[in-house]
């Protein structure tokens, strides 16, 4: 099929092909989920325009984009990633506070009982943000969005990436539905891949004969289990409420979001039976170590239809382990490593990985452009990020029976 070049600027990005530094003209993003954002915001501070390349519709509304199942359950901001995402984008906080989310004081809101336990309750000035994961990312969409130097190209399903003659990457090729075939591409100085666990850019750098990162999984199966309810009032003395154990087979959460709802997962290990209907779903509550949650939602409205999300173990994807990274290629997010979503690390990662992006692109725009081996710096640059979150997961998981030997 014929091929057509996408203008994305004003004026066509030029990519600095064939130089020693690559100037930061035009850096596309593929992914338009939280980390994608989050890296397009940081990008736009130092590059001329910034393309993001959505395959779903962008977020609107109450209801997840069909490439995020695990949209409809519990996510977790955590204190830094929520100061990061404040820093990025001012007055976030505040805006989601105005569509509903709740401030929760992480020390005296949270009853938790772990281990047999009810942990200690304690003042602090350490807050987070409870919302569902909808609201959070369509709010960081729109901020996004209406950044000058950004635009986001969405229902859009990248093929491939585009690589020059020196086997660099420079670029990706899309199709925008009923194209009919025909071949799109947009020139790039930088290709970021936000395109999360699944992303393709493994199987694409394999298609050019690029090294391909090795792959390690590890950790629990775990299947979450959500539904919301009416929320007319907190808990007696709390607002959250998680139930754990060291380890149980059988959790609970139970955090308050907008539209005065609680959001209640009930996530199981390995091949625990999973409720399918409301029935089920309050006799699983009903089995935890305490009555707590199902007393609290027993009487309380459902509003939501029962749904599941199944995580097959946390998977870490070693780009820093390539001796020469592609050129022109970096990966962050769940593109780099994914994490039992029971820990709440991943969207802290992203923005931590998208605050040191800031940082090394202000050294290269001082140094007058990306250097050749901009990528390999990248991915040792995060390792120890990666590794934190990586290795405090695996301890926990490894306490469980099925994975200690």
Request: aromatic letters at 6%; charged letters at 20%.
């Amino acid at each position: 099929p014929c091929k057509r070049r996408e203008q994305t600027m004003r004026h066509s990005p030029v990519t600095s092909v064939g130089t020693s530094r690559r100037l930061l003209n035009h850096a596309v993003v593929l992914g338009g989920s939280i980390a994608g954002l989050l890296a397009a915001r940081v990008l736009s501070d130092h590059f001329a325009h910034v393309t993001v390349v959505e395959r779903d519709a962008r977020a609107q509304g109450s209801e997840p984009r069909k490439g995020v199942p695990q949209g409809h359950h519990i996510h977790a901001l955590l204190a830094r990633g929520r100061m990061i995402a404040d820093a990025l984008l001012p007055g976030l906080s505040d805006e989601l506070l105005a569509a509903g989310a709740v401030r929760l004081h992480a020390g005296h809101d949270f009853a938790w009982h772990h281990a047999g336990g009810w942990r200690v309750r304690h003042g602090t000035a350490l807050t987070f943000m409870s919302m569902s994961r909808p609201l959070l990312e369509s709010q960081i969409g729109k901020r996004v969005a209406a950044l000058p130097n950004v635009t986001i190209l969405d229902d859009i399903r990248v093929a491939s990436l585009r690589t020059d003659g020196d086997r660099r990457v420079s670029g990706v090729r899309f199709a925008k539905p009923g194209s009919a075939g025909q071949a799109s591409e947009i020139d790039a100085d930088l290709v970021v891949d936000a395109m999360g666990r699944g992303s393709s850019v493994p199987q694409w750098l394999a298609d050019f004969g690029f090294p391909v990162p090795p792959t390690e999984t590890a950790g629990a199966r775990v299947t979450y289990t959500t539904c919301t309810f009416r929320r007319d009032q907190y808990g007696p003395d709390w607002r959250a409420l998680v139930i754990s154990g060291k380890p149980v087979r059988r959790g609970g959460l139970v955090f308050p979001i907008e539209g005065n709802r609680w959001l209640v997962t009930l996530p199981g290990l390995f091949d625990e039976p999973i409720p399918h209907d409301h029935a089920t779903f309050l006799a699983y509550a009903r089995s935890l170590a305490v009555p707590d949650l199902h007393d609290l939602i027993h009487g309380c409205e459902p509003l939501s239809a029962i749904k599941h999300y199944r995580f097959a173990g946390s998977l870490r994807r070693h780009y820093e382990r390539l001796d020469s990274p592609p050129e022109g290629l970096i990966a962050l997010g769940d593109a780099v490593s994914s994490f039992n979503p029971v820990y709440g690390q991943g969207m802290t990662v992203s923005a931590i990985e998208a605050e040191m992006l800031g940082q090394m692109l202000g050294q290269a725009r001082a140094e007058g452009g990306l250097r050749p081996d901009f990528a390999r710096t990248w991915f040792h640059a995060i390792k120890p990020v990666v590794d934190a979150a990586w290795n405090g997961g695996l301890v926990e998981d490894l306490r469980l029976a099925e994975l200690a030997n």
